[in-house]
């Protein structure tokens, strides 16, 4: 044998160190990169929130005719640029005086925050636990989504009902988005490109949620009594396959979208416009 | 040694395959307390390997099946030796057998029209195996251990425990059936049963399960070969508990070699490869690149086989016009065919053949037709079969041959109390066993072992009127499990130091030698050269010992294991040397045609001293003893299900005419 | 043939302790780890304890953890190890240890045992089920499930806190609720079992926090967090806290 046998005390250890289990000092043994994974995601999300922040406290260079940047969109204060034929909706008086993107992304951020990939990828990137697979993770207790505040991740569904209205508002402004800058129709510019693949990611991350599956057919017993809805169930498993890259994939686009909308507001950059 | 923790039951069931827990639900459903023991966890048997389907002549994908085409298919592919009413229960009641799994949660793969598909397979008239996808085995077991448990929740409901009337002891390993104390006058063979020593393999405890009756349902006895599909559980326990327990073993010498088994990587050695790589197209060559099998095609087989490799790929899109392939002959011709190639030193480098589909078909169409294939060679061997072929021979897949059994109540002979079922019951497949007749065999036998058990032990009574184990045979059961332990001491008449043999080398032996002597092709001189090396394997297996202690050893379990190898091996030897012919899964080199007057014939191995006493050196000889029995004629109305010129291939003149 | 030799630790001890050992061993062309704890068996250490059985992959006993990663060790190819590499190999960390690379395993078989069993239809005669194909098989993917207990194993719920072991089921038993509970046939809403509504009160769905390790860990590639525990979890939610679905139902008394 080798050293080591005797029985190392072990009071009060937890986890994989409990009294029971097989006694390995370190709380994991994996060889590979597995910090890569957490690190990443971590990185790839403070940098949105770090962006996003900024740009929806600016309360500037969100609207450069015929565009409008997807975190003002729709605007629904006084405060806002009137935007020719635009999602102007002065639902809020003229009391609110701090950005208006404030009132309408809480909807996309808490479609985004409830929703199951990025659940999983802050869990693990964040608050560590786990953060990699079969690696112990940090906290001295666990009560995962049982108890508030937690368990309101629950209501996932009603961000998801929510989503699809500004998603609709989104392909709103991505038609408005072929005119020009004059609002002559039938033009198109790199915005316009930018806007249009921005919103099919958007479209395709918000139908290939996890609770649109279940709400399209994922609740059903008997498919064979519902074709149509197991057809949808189908196409919307295969996008929901694909629910991380799209989360990834319409995350960067919509801050890039913005991002384009700010260098052409701000005078930076200029539109080039392909007829 | 008296003072071991003893609980009684009313039905012990050995082993918690397909045939065991299929037992167990019927004994508590019957109203009889049972126990299972199996070497294993619970849900890990063998069974779970099993990937065609259960046969039952449900007739929903062609109404034209039914038991009678059924019956008449398993006779044939036995080649008549068939324990002809165990044939027919089988036939007719597998569908209720199978239907019933319906309720107890199994979701089988479906037709159009919402029942249980069924699917074409090898000897079948019609489709007729309900399977789902090519995991059939594990549905089977999963719905039976779930079936367990549902039983175990009413316990608990009615009860408060669990265990109350059904209980599951997984990894425990039964040595012994124990008996009555034998009365002074009585012959020692009229014992009744009265349970069973066991050990339970985590902690090496002993503890003894008082019952009147005991279920063995083991399954086979394929890891005393080198090259097998089989698990290493597979060690003829139940064979070798029913024959010290005095009840005889029949027709040991059939036993199935399935030709395509991988040999390379040795990881994998002996898992099958399906027989419809061949179907598709995929063909066998030697090391010289050479499609061997049109060298060995027989001359009754002439007529039906292509005799040019042209002529045989023609076939694949064209059947009607062409005749098939050589590499979809008869299993056993296959398998002959292979082990001449490799003997005569055209194997591959590992000792098979090539087994080749990747110039045969485009990549994409292998992982089409063949995706198991492709998925089991890509896992488990890292060999992508459609760029590379695959290295095949024959593996030992399955035992025909078993303990024998009364065909209505599965009832051992000579031993009252003890039942069989499954792949250690023999007698059902006669010669050859059909794909898909397994799973549905430890069903129908499965349940009947287990309803004539617990009425069985229910008539048995209570208290003083139960059997008790004689304590005498509980403790030399005892000495027998821990010898392994004390193998390093002296032996008599010899100085001490001698060192104890490696169990495991003693395995490794015991597999070569039946691989090479007893393997699919047999010779009569290469028999008794088995039978020579096994006596000599059997006193040397005397010493065999093992380091440590009890706690989860497995040198110990090894060792404790090779007893029931040993002796299987034996009857399996003696049984193919007696037989002078060749039939189904038992091929005579020296015998090769087919005998109508050894169909009548039964071979029954005994142990030559029944007391039971294994002695430390064990006679030279052997132990067992071979007997012959005519069979029961085939009842009239059974007969007749078949065309006059069949049966005069098979039976014998007197036969017809009786 | 390529063969090598290749430096191994393997845990060896029982509840009262243990260490890793090292080991030097041959490896031939060809082989997974198992082969490798099975010549140390024969050669070096007659007494390791290790489970296995079908070495295909097909029963799920031979699980422990390979260089800190669960895995079925009959299912790990010794060519994706570099020659240099030391394999560590241990017992599934998990569950309490009983010799070698064995685990006590018997906490799965309590919480199988706390999943209600299928309910059979009233009225439906054995051999008169009817189903189709596309009803079956959302809950056959689960049935795939040859219970290596590795997701058990993986899952940082009961992994990193023996405490939360009473309280939930494992993704595997989970697993089995939402098997039951798309079971076309399961009949038992109509006996008064809910079991959607259980999953969260009595077998602890919210510990779930969809992390997805036993789906990364899953040997046959059963999509269990896609597949089972979201869906799962959407189910429970109709249930608990969505007042409309809830509504609906009473309404209309849907069993949909």
């Known amino acids: ?275 | 040694m008296t003072q071991l923790e003893r609980q009684g039951w009313d039905v012990v069931v050995v082993g918690a395959g397909g045939a065991g827990l299929r037992a167990a639900i019927e004994a508590r459903e019957q109203g009889a307390r049972t126990a299972v023991i199996c070497k294993s966890l619970f849900g890990k048997a063998h069974t779970v390997m099993a990937e065609g389907g259960i046969a039952a002549s449900m007739g929903n994908v062609n109404s034209g099946d039914n038991w009678q085409v059924h019956f008449r298919d398993t006779l044939r592919g036995g080649k008549f030796l068939n324990q002809w009413r165990m044939a027919e229960l089988h036939a007719r009641e597998a569908p209720d057998r199978v239907w019933e799994l319906e309720t107890w949660g199994a979701l089988f793969d479906r037709t159009p029209d919402g029942k249980i598909s069924q699917r074409n397979f090898g000897g079948h008239e019609y489709p007729r195996l309900a399977h789902v996808g090519d995991r059939t085995g594990l549905e089977l077991i999963r719905t039976l251990q779930q079936k367990i448990v549902s039983l175990q929740q009413e316990d608990f409901h009615e009860f408060g425990d669990y265990e109350a009337r059904l209980k599951v002891f997984q990894e425990c390993t039964v040595t012994r059936v124990l008996k009555t104390v034998s009365d002074s006058g009585s012959a020692a063979g009229e014992d009744r049963v009265a349970g069973t020593f066991c050990y339970e393999r985590e902690s090496g405890r002993f503890f003894v399960l008082e019952a009147p009756a005991v279920v063995l349902a083991t399954g086979g006895i394929g890891k005393s070969f080198k090259v097998t599909s089989n698990s290493w559980e597979y060690t003829g326990d139940g064979h070798a508990l029913a024959l010290l327990a005095g009840a005889p073993l029949l027709n040991m010498e059939f036993v199935q070699f399935h030709p395509t088994g991988m040999v390379w990587p040795p990881s994998v050695k002996g898992i099958l490869v399906t027989e419809s790589v061949r179907g598709d197209g995929g063909v066998l060559r030697n090391s010289d690149g050479k499609r061997f099998m049109f060298d060995y095609i027989p001359d009754i087989f002439k007529e039906k086989y292509a005799q040019t490799e042209e002529e045989g790929d023609r076939w694949y899109e064209d059947p009607d016009n062409n005749r098939r392939p050589p590499e979809l002959l008869p299993r056993d011709e296959v398998a002959r065919a292979i082990n001449s190639e490799v003997k005569a030193g055209r194997g591959s480098p590992h000792g098979g053949v090539f087994l080749d589909v990747s110039t045969r078909m485009p990549a994409e169409t292998i992982r089409r037709r063949l995706p198991s294939m492709y998925h089991q060679f890509k896992e488990l061997a890292d060999v992508d079969i459609t760029a590379e072929a695959m290295e095949v021979g024959p593996t030992c897949h399955y035992v025909m041959g078993g303990v024998a059994v009364d065909s209505d109540t599965a009832a051992t002979r000579d031993v009252p109390g003890l039942y069989a079922a499954g792949e250690v019951a023999g007698g059902m497949h006669g010669s050859n066993r059909l794909g898909g007749n397994s799973l549905s065999d430890l069903l129908v036998f499965g349940r009947r072992a287990g309803l004539h058990a617990a009425q069985y032990a229910i008539a048995a009574g209570e208290g003083t009127a139960r059997p008790r184990p004689d304590s005498a045979q509980v403790d030399a059961a005892a000495a027998e499990a821990l010898r392994p332990f004390s193998a390093e001491g002296p032996e008599p008449g010899e100085p001490d130091g001698r060192p104890p043999e490696n169990p495991y080398t003693l395995h490794q032996e015991l597999q070569q030698t039946m691989n090479d002597l007893v393997g699919i092709i047999r010779r009569a001189p290469e028999m008794e050269q088995a039978l020579e090396k096994l006596a000599g394997l059997r006193v040397r297996a005397q010493r065999a010992g093992v380091e440590g202690h009890r706690q989860f050893n497995p040198g110990w379990h090894l060792a404790l294991d090779l007893r029931n190898m040993l002796l299987v091996s034996e009857c399996v030897a003696r049984a193919a040397l007696e037989r002078t012919e060749s039939r189904g899964g038992h091929t005579r080199e020296d015998c090769p045609a087919m005998e109508r007057e050894w169909r009548r014939v039964n071979l029954l191995c005994r142990l030559t001293d029944v007391s039971g006493g294994l002695a430390p050196a064990g006679p030279p000889q052997g132990l067992i003893a071979l007997a012959r029995e005519t069979t029961e004629p085939i009842r009239p109305d059974l007969l007749g299900l078949f065309e006059k010129e069949e049966l005069v291939k098979y039976l014998a003149e007197e036969e017809l005419h009786g | 043939m390529s063969s090598y030799t290749a430096a191994f630790r393997v845990w060896r001890g029982d509840a009262d302790g243990g260490a890793l050992e090292d080991f030097a061993v041959e490896v031939n062309e060809g082989e997974v780890v198992l082969d490798i704890i099975h010549r140390l068996q024969a050669t070096q250490a007659s007494d390791l304890a290790v489970r296995w059985n079908c070495k295909a992959g097909k029963c799920g006993s031979c699980s422990a953890e390979i260089n800190g990663r669960p895995r079925l060790l009959c299912m790990t190819r010794m060519s994706v190890f570099s020659p240099e590499e030391t394999i560590t190999v241990t017992p599934l960390r998990a569950f309490p240890v009983v010799r070698d690379l064995v685990t006590d395993v018997s906490f799965n078989y309590t919480k199988a045992r706390e999943v209600p069993a299928f309910v059979p239809p009233p009225g439906v005669a054995a051999g008169d089920y009817r189903m189709q194909q596309i009803d079956v098989e959302r809950p056959q993917e689960f049935r795939k499930c040859i219970e290596c207990f590795l997701c058990q194993d993986t899952c940082h719920v009961v992994r990193d806190h023996e405490e939360n072991k009473a309280a939930f089921a494992g993704p595997r038993f989970l697993m089995r609720i939402a098997e039951l509970d798309m079971h076309p046939l399961d009949a038992a809403a109509g006996a008064g079992l809910d079991r959607r509504k259980t999953a969260q009160d009595e077998h602890g769905l919210g510990y779930c926090n969809i992390t997805k390790c036993c789906t990364e860990v899953c040997p046959e590639n059963i999509k269990i967090t896609d597949n089972a525990l979201i869906p799962l979890k959407e189910r429970a939610a109709d249930r608990k806290y969505d007042p409309l679905v809830w509504l609906g139902d009473k309404i209309f008394r849907r069993s949909e």
């Not at chain 1, 996003?52 to 204060?77: E, G, I």
């Open chain 1, 1 to 275: 044998m080798a050293t080591g046998t005797e029985p190392q005390p072990r009071t009060g250890a937890q986890g994989v160190h409990d009294a029971s289990r097989a006694a390995i000092a370190p709380r994991h043994l994996r060889t590979d990169r597995w910090w890569l994974a957490p690190a990443a995601t971590a990185a790839g999300l403070l940098a949105f929130i770090v962006y996003s922040t900024w740009r929806a406290f600016a309360n500037a260079d969100y609207y450069a005719a015929p565009y409008v940047s997807p975190f003002y969109s729709p605007c629904l204060a006084e405060n806002c640029v009137p935007m020719k034929g635009g999602p102007n909706w002065e639902i809020f008086g003229s009391w609110w005086g701090l950005s208006p993107a404030l009132l309408i992304l809480i909807f996309p951020l808490g479609f985004r925050l409830t929703c199951y990939y990025y659940r999983k990828a802050y869990y693990r990137g964040f608050w560590a636990s786990p953060p990699a697979c079969a690696v112990a993770e940090p906290h001295r207790t666990y009560s995962g989504e049982t108890r508030f505040p937690l368990i309101l991740q629950n209501i996932h569904r009603y961000f998801f009902y929510a989503a699809v209205p500004v998603a609709g508002i989104l392909t709103y402004d991505t038609v408005l988005a072929f005119r020009d800058e004059t609002y002559a129709w039938g033009h198109m510019g790199l915005g316009t490109i930018v806007f249009l693949v921005n919103i099919v990611l958007i479209w395709a991350y918000t139908f290939s949620c996890h609770s649109c599956r279940h709400i399209v057919g994922g609740r059903l017993r008997h498919f064979s009594k519902h074709p149509v809805r197991y057809r949808l169930w189908g196409w919307v498993g295969r996008l929901n396959a694909r629910h991380m890259q799209l989360a990834w994939a319409s995350l960067i686009s919509v801050a890039l979208a913005d991002f384009y909308v700010y260098l052409v507001a701000s005078g930076a950059f200029d539109d080039p416009r392909l007829f």
